[in-house]
């Protein structure tokens, strides 16, 4: 035969890979038993699933009234994109507004995905951001700036803390 080393050599795995793919198929096949997710843990799911799109759109450009990562956020436009990735849920589109949905959570029992709400404009309710776990909060600040992570103990922040809403997307 006068067959080149190449053509031996893809040959030869081509074989091996023919039996390679056949010694598998006698191995037992293992399906895992269905998942059982209980109510809690799809809330945490999904909360988490928010938190990944908003660390996702870290240093987007504020922008007053916007509402995409192409044109920039402002603070209720931001939230209002995040929820609707992240849960499928259309907000209203004034942090006062996003302040009347959901359930009032005292900022001791806070968790990641909850809206904390300050008063940045000398009116309640004025700023919205969403709370991450560990007194880290995201949000889009004001014009200059591009959305970040900050803390919910920083002095600015602890006096201008109006409260916190848990929107459930169920």
Not at 152 to 164: C, V
Request: net charge positive; hydrophobic share 40%.
């Amino acid at each position: 035969m006068n067959r080149t080393p190449s053509k031996q050599t893809g040959t030869f795995l081509l074989f091996s890979l023919l039996l390679s793919s056949i010694a598998q198929a006698n191995e037992p096949i293992v399906i895992p038993p269905p998942l059982r997710v209980s109510f809690i843990d799809r809330a945490t799911a999904t909360a988490q699933d928010v938190i990944d799109k908003a660390v996702d759109l870290l240093g987007i450009p504020y922008r007053f009234g916007g509402t995409t990562p192409e044109s920039g956020f402002d603070c209720s436009g931001f939230v209002r994109h995040v929820f609707r990735i992240g849960f499928g849920l259309i907000l209203p589109r004034s942090a006062l507004e996003q302040s009347k949905t959901g359930q009032a959570v005292p900022s001791t029992e806070l968790k990641p995905g909850d809206l904390v709400f300050f008063n940045t404009m000398r009116r309640a309710f004025s700023h919205v951001g969403i709370y991450l776990g560990n007194d880290q909060f995201v949000h889009a600040p004001r014009t200059g700036e591009r959305v970040r992570v900050d803390s919910m103990s920083d002095n600015y922040w602890i006096q201008r803390f109006n409260g916190a809403r848990r929107v459930n997307p169920e």
